[in-house]
């Protein structure tokens, strides 16, 4: 809020502050280094300034500069990311969305919204919930990341077994595209328009073909019904066993995670406990919702299986507060680690879920390999686990066995037929990964797509695809120092 | 990349006098307490400046990596790192918002402490926090003088001079404003019950209780200590006040002077040794009572008075509420709303309290205010040095105060003037009450005095 006046001689940042205003970038060492990572703390840049635009045209403005003068540059939003997609590996102007963070429309009728990309995923359905509406899609940093980002990396979260991922929820985009031109994509309301796929293909591009500046997105009723099951095991199999023998019911339910006894050992040390034993193996967060009718008989149907796998405590929620404490003890878990350990590293592996127990034991078997404890806390559902890999960055060597640790568990899933991303995004962390599921072949029929986009590749480069012709290992970026 | 590995953890027996990494002075940051951050974000929309700037070096998780990287070696305590330290209101919501219980406030504090070393105060603003902190806030008989000054200059009529000839209008308008809604100045209750060192509860004494009269609050609120009294009494309570007692020195420890935070800490540690409660009604202070050990990390000795000392402070809601306080028989027929101080529900953990206590009260409708807990941008004198920013935290604030309500009420005395400050801005008409007033005016009226709210 300081007056701001312009002290350096970068012609550059002279520039970029003609066209955002003096109080609307930073360049000093100071204010920067606050940018120098996002969620993910492994590797860490300075960027060579931070704008803040309040309008497409300033974006616009500001993405046409750095096209014409060859600087790097990249878009972010809350920087909650977890793979590392908003780090400015090679000094990027930073195009900060945070202040276009106006909810534009609300358009109940057809059911959609239009926001300014920093506009909080939580804060649209708390627009709409008195009128009987929300936003599915539910990544759990939804109380501060922006659409922005979700749509950049095409977030999931919870609830998404049931109702999709971002993506299914996106109706449109205004996008300014690496040299500066603004194009818009859907938002008419036609749902399967000719020609290719444009939306899906921005969706989850991790912000490497354009900078969304207006989304449409669908809104969904509430759900007239809403049943929530917390459930305690004393193994994990019984657990995993649970979760196939739900799905294989018949039964979808709304969301349907896991914690195991590292997980909840975090969430109960820190701000938002329960009160779980500490002794169990696992615990999973059932949610059932829809039209009333048959909302009793499938919690008894889940109620039943959950006995028939020797389930040592089950419980229905009593109340929205208990409800509510449940969830927000589960989506606090990441953060939760702090409690346990200075560092983490969040996998994002995808698997049969028919495979949970075979690769949860795995995961375990990487554990005491690398010696690092290992919790994990996911979207059993959907077979989307979350291994995190607890160290201490301090420690001489520890960071190097965690990301080793981290990449097994992704290979593990890899090997029984699953994915190495389910929702955060490929980014930094996981881009050598790509060879586990694509050949060099595949790897460059995508980074052709990018190059029509983005040919002079810089927005947001050395993200998403590995290095062609690197070999497998994991290496740090030569730019990271 | 990662981390730098030359510093000293927590555990290192070297960290209580050598250096961490840029910091050089004593009384070091606590480095366990960065390390519990894993920089989730979840911190950043309960930031009231994050929310006015969108800019992550002012939001918690980037203070918390600048102060992290000054640890590192990677950052220097320079002038430039003023801004990101010293915007933050140390509000502490971000610790209610944190997953693991990260004490951002708490590392602020120590960090401007370092910073306040290497980049000391220059010019008129060394000027300003000497006179007022050091001079004037340390000495109860000087602000007691301050008072009758201001009390003088109220009822002399040179207040109605000042405001009709203009001459407000040369000092700066946050200033200006402040000066329209000074309260009248009543007599401090020091002052009063010099020579009554003990004021007897009504009917049976349950306990003895002492109250910390407080600097400002006592020059400026005198009437909610004398409310406070009363309730107290009412409820079984004698009350002493405690001669040598003097400010808490929670301003000088937001504004880096730990060095007088301590030795004002360790006078009223010592003041208040042959008491069992010390209540207080002023948020902001009855934090910094309670953290005073935090101030004594490196001194053994003081750091277990400070412990105990900070065992026996309970703000007077929570208190009264604790030791089953007389529910009001009379009716005080009135619509109001309540702002949770930052320091009472993020820096005390106390929120339902003195909700119930209000609505104990026959004939009170209380009407929820969204993000109660939201800070008002007074925290401390941030709104005379942060005066813009100050300006717009209270505009956002203002944005969810109910507009049916005849009452503010609230547990904080900066709180109460900044909110007044935002209700006469608004143009409304809303007064604003501390939560003990509610309840001594319903214990008066009890008792057949004329109550006029």
């Known amino acids: 809020m300081r007056k701001r006046s312009i002290a350096t001689n970068d012609p550059h940042i002279q520039a970029l502050a003609r066209i955002v205003g003096e109080r609307a970038i930073l360049y000093r060492k100071e204010d920067l280094m606050a940018y120098d990572c996002d969620g993910f703390t492994v590797h860490r840049h300075l960027p060579k300034a931070v704008v803040f635009p309040t309008s497409t045209e300033q974006v616009a403005a500001v993405v046409r500069y750095c096209h014409e003068h060859d600087l790097p540059f990249l878009a972010r939003g809350a920087g909650t990311g977890l793979s590392g997609g908003a780090i400015p590996l090679n000094g990027e102007v930073v195009i900060s969305l945070t202040r276009m963070k106006r909810l534009l429309h609300v358009d109940l009728e057809n059911r959609r919204a239009v926001v300014e990309p920093g506009f909080v995923n939580l804060k649209l359905t708390n627009s709409v919930a008195h009128r009987g509406y929300y936003y599915a899609p539910d990544p759990s940093s939804q109380y501060c990341c922006t659409i922005g980002g979700n749509v950049a990396e095409n977030a999931g979260g919870a609830h998404c077994l049931k109702y999709g991922v971002t993506t299914n929820h996106i109706l449109g985009l205004e996008v300014v595209l690496p040299n500066g031109e603004v194009i818009e994509i859907g938002g008419n309301g036609v749902p399967d328009p000719p020609g290719y796929d444009l939306l899906g293909l921005l969706t989850g591009s991790e912000g490497t073909l354009g900078i969304v500046t207006k989304i449409t997105v669908r809104l969904l009723k509430n759900p007239e019904a809403k049943q929530t099951v917390l459930a305690y095991f004393d193994e994990v199999e019984d657990a995993s066993q649970t979760v196939s023998d739900i799905i294989s019911a018949g039964i979808v339910p709304a969301a349907l995670e896991m914690m195991d006894q590292t997980a909840i050992e975090a969430v109960e040390a820190a701000a938002f406990p329960v009160g779980h034993p500490k002794d169990i193996a696992a615990l999973l967060l059932i949610e059932v919702d829809g039209i009333s009718a048959g909302i009793d008989e499938q919690i008894d149907d889940i109620l039943a299986i959950c006995r028939r796998h020797h389930v040592r405590e089950v419980k229905v929620a009593q109340s929205e507060e208990e409800r509510a404490r449940w969830w927000a003890n589960r989506k606090t878990g990441f953060g939760a680690m702090g409690a346990i350990s200075p560092d983490y590293l969040v996998q994002d592996g995808v698997i049969p879920r028919s495979r949970l127990p075979e690769v949860l034991r795995e995961i375990a078997n990487i554990s005491r390999k690398y010696g690092l404890r290992i919790a994990n806390i996911f979207h059993a559902g959907d077979g989307n686990l979350h291994p995190l890999v607890l160290f201490d960055a301090s420690k001489p060597g520890e960071t190097e066995r965690a990301l080793a640790a981290g990449s097994e568990c992704l290979k593990a899933c890899a090997a029984v037929g699953g994915s190495i991303t389910g929702e955060h995004g490929v980014g930094i962390e996981k881009k050598e990964e790509m060879r586990f599921i694509f050949t060099d072949e595949e790897i460059l029929a995508q980074t052709a797509i990018r190059d029509v986009f983005n040919p002079k590749n810089l927005l947001n480069a050395g993200k998403l695809f590995p290095t062609p012709g690197r070999c497998v290992e994991t290496k740090m970026p030569s730019t990271v120092k | ?453």
């Open chain 2, 1 to 453: 990349m990662m981390s730098t590995m030359t510093n000293e953890r927590a555990d290192s027996p070297a960290c209580a006098t050598a250096s961490l990494g840029n910091y050089r002075f004593g009384d070091l940051p606590d480095p366990s307490k960065w390390a519990d951050c894993v920089h989730c974000g979840m911190c950043l929309e309960s930031c009231p400046t994050y929310e006015q700037t969108g800019e992550e070096q002012h939001s918690p998780r980037g203070r918390v990596h600048l102060m992290k990287s000054v640890g590192e070696g990677k950052l220097e305590l320079t002038p430039d790192l003023l801004d990101p330290i010293f915007t933050c209101l140390d509000c502490r919501a971000c610790t209610t918002a944190c997953p693991a219980d990260v004490d951002v406030g708490g590392l602020i504090e120590q960090v401007r402490g370092q910073l306040r070393q290497a980049v000391p105060l220059a010019g008129w603003k060394a000027l300003v926090s000497d006179v007022f902190l050091k001079g004037i806030f340390p000495h109860p008989s000087r602000l007691d003088w301050l008072g009758r000054l201001l009390k003088l200059y109220q009822k002399s009529g040179l207040q109605t001079l000042a405001r009709k000839t203009g001459m407000l209008r040369m000092m700066p308008d946050h200033l200006a404003e402040m000066e329209a809604i000074l309260p009248s100045v009543g007599t401090p209750v020091r002052r009063k019950y010099k020579h009554q060192p003990l004021i007897k509860a009504k009917g049976e004494t349950k306990r003895t209780v002492a109250i910390l009269t407080g600097c400002v609050m006592d020059v400026m609120f005198s009437d909610i200590n004398e409310a406070t009294i009363r309730v107290l009494t009412h409820n079984g309570n004698d009350v002493v006040i405690v001669p040598n007692q003097t400010c808490c020195g929670a301003l000088h420890v937001h504004a880096g002077d730990r060095e007088t935070g301590r030795k004002l800490a360790k006078q009223n540690i010592e003041a208040f040794q042959d008491v069992d409660y010390i209540i207080v009604n002023a948020a902001g202070c009855g934090c910094m009572l309670k953290e005073y050990p935090e101030l004594f990390r490196n001194d053994p000795e003081w750091h277990e008075k400070a412990e105990r000392f900070a065992a026996k402070v309970e703000d007077v809601s929570k208190f009264l509420h604790d030791t089953g306080f007389k529910p009001p028989k009379a009716e005080l027929n009135v619509r109001l709303t309540y702002h949770d101080a930052c320091h009472l529900a993020h820096g005390q953990g106390i929120r339902k309290e003195p909700r119930a206590l209000i609505e104990s009260i026959p004939g009170v409708e209380m009407v929820a205010m969204p993000n109660a807990d939201r800070c008002c941008g007074s925290a401390g004198i941030y709104n005379l040095t942060h005066p813009e920013m100050a300006q717009a935290v209270l505009e956002s604030k203002m944005q969810n105060v109910p507009q049916d309500v005849e009452l503010i009420s609230m547990g904080n005395p900066g709180c109460m003037l900044q909110m007044a400050l935002g209700v006469m801005k608004h143009g409304r008409n809303q007064k604003i009450v501390h939560t003990v007033q509610l309840l001594d005016w319903a214990y008066q009226k009890e008792e057949g005095k004329d109550v006029r709210i």
